[in-house]
């Protein structure tokens, strides 16, 4: 696993409250999660727990309250409707919500523009690719207009050197430099059931 990836994935689990014992990743296949949680992956893909297109149908196959917390990590960006399934992920979790989202305009990725390189957002045609740009101010925009208030926010670093730094000093980059430097911001969102 590269360091990069390690530093990423362990960003995303320290954001997972200790209560969480069940979860649904969406889009994914879930290896951040199965080691430590009973997992169900939910994907477009073969290999996932329940293979669907969630372009065509979003209508998530699990009762009310099923999952301690369901994961939209690096998904919603590649909807071309998300309203559904925010609507779904809320119905079947009992606790909790995930998201993460990437800051399209990164520095790394601004580069990359800069000199006629693709971005890793997409180059040409690709029916899964991102339908949607984010950027720190729009990310903001959406949390809270799909969402409304969240538990816990996270800035993660994302550039290309970012081997040669620390930790330390990637936090504090993405955290007080989030426009350059935070190429995926992550929300914890408690969710609130009618009644309780």
Known sequence: MKKQDKYRINKIL????KDVETVLDIGSR???FKRKYQT?????FEDADVKQDLNKNQKIPFEDNSFDIVILNQILEHLT????????AKRVSKKYLFVGLPNELVLS???????GKTTGIGDGYYPYGHKHFFRINTIEEFISTQFGNYERKDCVFIGNFAILISEKIKDFLAKNFPKLFSGQINYLIKVYKKGK
């Open 40 to 44: 169900t992956t939910l994907d477009a």
């Open 14 to 17: 320290n954001m997972i409250p």
């Open 109 to 115: 990725n601004r580069l990359r523009f800069l000199f």
């Open 81 to 88: 409707y998300v309203e559904e399934i925010i609507k779904e």
């Open 30 to 32: 879930g290896e951040i």
